[in-house]
């Protein structure tokens, strides 16, 4: 497919209203469509219009402004409790390197690097100490000069879920 300009125009919040309801969107409630749209923007919108579109990128019969905010909500509210269980696991995470990891091996038991698989995760582990900007690692280095490197609850605190999945993790 050839590439095309890209001619559309930037469209008031009223206009973008009227885009819709041509297409065949009934939009009950004009106040409240112009504030989603303020706040959510249309193009974040748009995509939960999609299931409401016929072959013809027009609206089915009877396809309301309402029906599509209820979707968005819902992969909102969905959204917000799969975060919410996120969060929860990575703190259990952390906390459960930091517990059974020291006490297995001490407060900096990942300059021994037998308790690692990968050389990389004892790499990225004193990497984060050297580099890392965090409050945990800048609060160690300036109060204490050795060993040089944090102990794993600042260096856990300052990691990525990214990084911390790697101490725990087979490459």
Same mark, same amino acid.
């Given at each position: 497919?050839?590439?095309? /300009?890209?001619? &559309?125009? #930037?469209? @008031? ?7 819709? $309801?041509? &297409?065949?969107?009934? +939009? =009950?409630?004009?106040? &409240? =469509? $112009?504030?989603? %749209? ?7 919108? /748009? ?8 072959? =013809? ?5 009877? *396809? *309301?402004?309402?029906?599509? +905010? ?9 959204r917000l409790l799969c975060l919410d269980a996120i969060e929860r696991i990575e703190v259990a995470l952390r906390s ?17 690097? #037998?308790?690692? !698989? @990968? /050389?990389? #995760? ?7 100490? !050297?580099?890392?900007?965090? %409050? ?5 280095? /300036? !109060? ?6 944090? =102990?794993?609850?600042?260096?856990? $605190? #300052? ?6 999945? &790697? ?5």
């Amino acid at each position: 497919m050839a590439k095309r /300009k890209f001619t &559309k125009p #930037a469209l @008031s919040v009223s206009d973008l209203i009227k885009f819709m $309801e041509d &297409k065949g969107l009934t +939009v =009950a409630d004009r106040t &409240k =469509a $112009e504030r989603c %749209l303020t706040y959510l923007g249309f193009y974040r919108q /748009k995509i939960y219009t999609r299931p409401f579109e016929d072959t =013809a990128r027009k609206f089915r019969s009877g *396809t *309301t402004f309402d029906q599509v +905010v209820e979707v968005y909500d819902f992969d909102r509210m969905l959204r917000l409790l799969c975060l919410d269980a996120i969060e929860r696991i990575e703190v259990a995470l952390r906390s459960h390197v930091i517990n059974v990891m020291g006490s297995h091996g001490g407060p900096h038991f990942y300059y021994d690097e #037998a308790f690692f !698989e @990968s /050389k990389d #995760a004892v790499t990225s582990m004193r990497q984060l100490g !050297e580099r890392g900007k965090h %409050l945990s690692i800048t609060h160690y280095k /300036k !109060e204490y000069h050795e060993p040089h490197l944090p =102990a794993i609850w600042c260096l856990t $605190e #300052a990691s990525t879920f990214g990084q911390l999945s &790697k101490i725990v993790c087979r490459p």
